[in-house]
């Protein structure tokens, strides 16, 4: 493990602009590892480090080496709790630095943002990665696409008693995959929710053995312009929708719940898990970002230290990590 920068030493180079250019992978510095030893939080009242945005950032991610992540500098993206955390988020940052960088700064971004401007830049962040060369050389080792017929018609399913409404996601030959079409039709009964105020509660579900594990591999790399692909985000935003509907809907969600299948959830205040659920967000060590909202959701629900070590981690989280940190709010 190289040794880290005292705090002191890098509030002192925020304050050059040639020093702050210098805290870049542009300089061969991807990341950054500072010492926080006797930090606390009331020496942010000393300077103009009180706040995330008051002095320039490092233009890539800023790791602590500590136990406690309840009282960090504001410039700390990261915490890792042992050497061994430490070696393992500097490996995923080295292998993806610009995507690993991009998402820090959007987190900080987000973090000061309202909802529709946080999706905005996370949309224009995610398009500006579908043409990177990391995301391009995932695409190459991946194999061919392949095509597979579908009832469009039965991709979720809606069952309504009274005035709830139960929507199921029900692509279970593929783990429920966050295909452009399931997308479309989650949109469509959602926004039926919204025109319907005697629907008092809608209950979100997955078929087969997972609620979603994710984006539909099959489909990555078939938008092939950027810009057209963040004007359909933003045109038909499901985690816009959600976040409309949040004190409507309720999550019910089991076994993998991986990018998608945990971002979209995270924008509803009621999200319950079944005992063996796990979280996963992946997109980083595919050159990208959470693309689905999750750099909105899951950053109100867990911070942007927890939400920035699940991205870049791309580690599982358990159920019972989930309730802890608050990704979700009973195991059921």
Known sequence: ME??????????????????DELSVVFDTPFLLVDIDGWNSDQSKRGPVDAVGALPQPNCPVIALTGDDSDLPP????VAASEAEVEMLTEAIGNNPVAATILVQLLRHNERAAVLDGLFAESLSYSCLQSGAAFKQWLSQRQPRQNIDEDISSLVLMERQQGQLTITLNRPHKRNAYSAGLRDALYEALAMVAADDTITAAVVQGAGDCFSAGGDLDEFGAATDGADAHVVRMTRSTGLLLDQLKSRTRFHLHGACIGAGIELPSFSEQ???????FFQLPEVAMGLIPGAGGTVSILRRIGRI???FMAISNQ???????????????IR
């Open 3 to 20: 040794n880290p920068v005292a705090l002191s030493d890098l509030e002192a180079q925020l304050h050059s602009a040639q020093a702050v």
């Open 75 to 78: 410039m700390v993206d990261l």
């Open 316 to 330: 599982r989280i358990s159920v019972e990590t989930a309730l802890e940190w608050g990704l979700i709010d009973a």
């Open 306 to 308: 927890h939400t920035a």
């Open 271 to 277: 999200v319950f898990a079944a005992e063996g659920s």
